[in-house]
């Protein structure tokens, strides 16, 4: 499976305008890390309400562009507990999604 969705990524284009989608994905590339430290963050401190809202930014944010299983990722964890035992490694597996998520769209706003 692809890592951008291509039909929601070209109709954020349309909708956004291609001259803006770098500042966007600027956007997203500066504040996914933010989000996924506040996540880990949220984690180590059992916080489940920042918890949820750090999860729930980046599975709308990764949506947004079509970044499927990273949304979907996300929304898995905004959906468990910061004290499930399963949390740590689904917090790194989001994280990993988001590396591959950010080299793909970093090669469409230099395209």
Known sequence: MA??????FAALVDSAG???MP???ASFLEDAPQGLAALRAALAAGDA?????????????????GARDFADA??????????????PARVDT????????AA?????RHA
Do not use: C, W, Y
């Open 49 to 65: 309400l920042a918890f949820r809202r750090a999860a729930h930014s980046l599975k709308s944010n990764g949506a947004t562009f």
């Open 18 to 20: 291609a001259d803006f």
């Open 104 to 108: 793909a769209l970093r090669e469409r």
């Open 23 to 25: 500042e966007l994905i």
């Open 74 to 87: 996300a929304r898995e964890l905004e959906q468990m507990a910061p004290t499930d035992a399963a949390a």
């Open 3 to 8: 890592v951008i969705d291509e039909q929601v």
């Open 94 to 101: 989001l994280a990993a999604l988001f590396d591959a998520v």
